[in-house]
Every structure is written in C-alpha cells, then in structure tokens.
C-alpha cells in the first residue's frame, strides 16, 4: 500500500502510504516530541480506508466474497466511506447501516460514492451526535437483518482479521521507517481496536520496548475495567462501553488513558490553528493524550498517534461553532 510516483490505476491504490508529521509547534515548550501520521489524506479521509480495502481483499481471496455480491457494514461513517470507494471500484454494492447520531457529512458522502445508507433511529434517552453502546446494538442488528435478507458478505470490522492487518502489514510498517524507528511510544482512540491492534504489534516486533497506549473517553473507559457513566460521549468511532474487542491483543496494552470531551475538542481546534492539521475529534482525543504522556512519565521520548479522520466530517458539530 502507498502512493508513490507513478500513475495508479484507481483510488484504491492511493490508499496508505500517509505522511508523518512532527507537532514541533505544540510540543515547542515541552520536553518530548509528537509525530502525528496524517491518515486524514486517504481518498476517504481516514484511516478505515485501509481496513475497508484489506478485508474486501482478504475476502475475494479466502473466496468469501463473491462477484456481485452484496456488502454490508454497520459505521460510523469512515469505514463506511471507505467501503463505498472501494466497492465503487471494484463493482459490488454497499449498504452502510450508521445510527442517526453520527454527523450528517458522513452519511452524505458514503451516498454520494453510491452506498446505500440506512440510518437507524438512536435510543430514546441518546443525544444526537452522541452514540452509545445501546445505540450502536441497534445498528449491530438492523446490519445482521440486512446480511440475510440479501445474502450479503458483512464486512465486521469488529472481527474480521483484516481489520487489524491493514495496519500491521502497513500502517505500523510505515511509521516505523519515516521515524528511522525511533520511536518510544504509540497511543491510540480504540473503536473497533483494528489500528491500535494492528499497529502495536508492528511496533513490538520491531522493538519490544516501545510502549503503547489505548485512550478512551472519560466515563467511558470500557477497556480499563472502568464503569459506564457517560455512554453518550460525543468522540464518534470509539467509546463504545464495549468491554472486550476481539482483535485487541491485551499483552500488547501498556496501560489506559482517558480524555475528557473538554481536551478532545480542544486539542483538536490546537491542531487546526497550530499545526495547520484540520482533523475530527478522535486525532485530538490522540494528541491530547500523547501530550499528557510527554509531560509526565514520557518526558523526553518520542510518541506516535494516528490523527484518524478529516475535521470536514464534523462541520455539522459543535466541535467546529
């Protein structure tokens, strides 16, 4: 996976291979440094645009996808994105199962790329904008109501190996040689935990010392064994109260952070008036933990964080009024 300097034969290809960037202006008083891997310059503006092509991939070789067949997924919007691009060229229809809860840009552009998108109503006592775990076992079961009425491959990114592959085979790959491997430390936003599975165990391959990190939401920090008390967070793609994920290998966790809605969105408008980096709130949910990390028991070292999505799916939030 990469872009590289020759002609590619569709956006699939140009899916990958995204620079990494230092936040020299945001640590520039700090004693440490944060390299930021732009995933939000894939063709979908995200870095599910890497699981989206892996397990299609994965799919049509192990022969589990058929041609023609039918593509179901239930998102948040980014892997669905990446699904409908990478269906649209490859020929296969794509329903994207999302709950009203998630920013309206998203559900727009998955249309736009020829998905059929069907939103499901959030609970009774959900915020729009804020998806619970409740909310999303409704989407859970509209997406497995779909897979049977149409015979169609669900592309889980919950638990298809793909999910974490894509980032293992290439995106942890990857920051480990624009670093010239140095690197001390990767924190990441865990949603379906295929980048934070994927990437942490390319990184302790290479250096068994290297210390990664999940970050959750505060109040909703599943993972660490915490209880629930704020399921209705508004950092889309994660938090889910989910308290165990398939693809996550616990061996690879060196310890759990939680970041306050207050710091996502903060940090988040810092990287946009700073760095010039116009991202959505998960990369500012990662950056706001790395920066905690490089202050306390990480001063000195280096960290790496994905900064996950495009800030232009968010416009329609109030992380952007």
Known sequence: MGREDILLPSAVEAIGGTPLVELARMTRELNGR??????????????????????????????????????????SGNTGTGLAIVSAVKGYRFVAVMSRGNSAERARMMAALGAEVVLVDQLPDSVPGQVSGGDLALVE????QIV?????????????????????????PEMIKQAAGKIDVFCDFVGSGGSFAGCSLALKEYNPGIKCYVVEPEGAAALAGEAITRPNHPIQGGGYSIPELALVDQATIDGFLTITDEEAVTTTRRLASEEGLFAGF??????????????????????????CDSGLKYLSTDLWT
């Open 34 to 75: 944060i390299l930021a891997k732009l995933e939000l310059l894939n063709p979908g503006n995200s870095k599910k645009d890497r699981i989206a092509r892996q397990m299609i991939e994965d799919a049509e070789v192990d022969g589990l996808l058929q041609p023609g067949q039918t593509i179901v997924e239930m998102t």
């Open 141 to 144: 079961a509209k997406a497995n």
């Open 148 to 172: 049977l009425e149409r015979n169609a491959f669900r592309a889980d990114q919950f638990n298809l190996k793909g999910s974490m592959r894509a980032h293992y085979l290439y995106t942890g």
């Open 282 to 307: 998960s990369s500012g949910a990662n950056v706001a933990a790395a920066l905690k990390l490089v202050q306390d028991r990480h001063a000195g070292c280096t960290i790496a964080v994905l900064l």
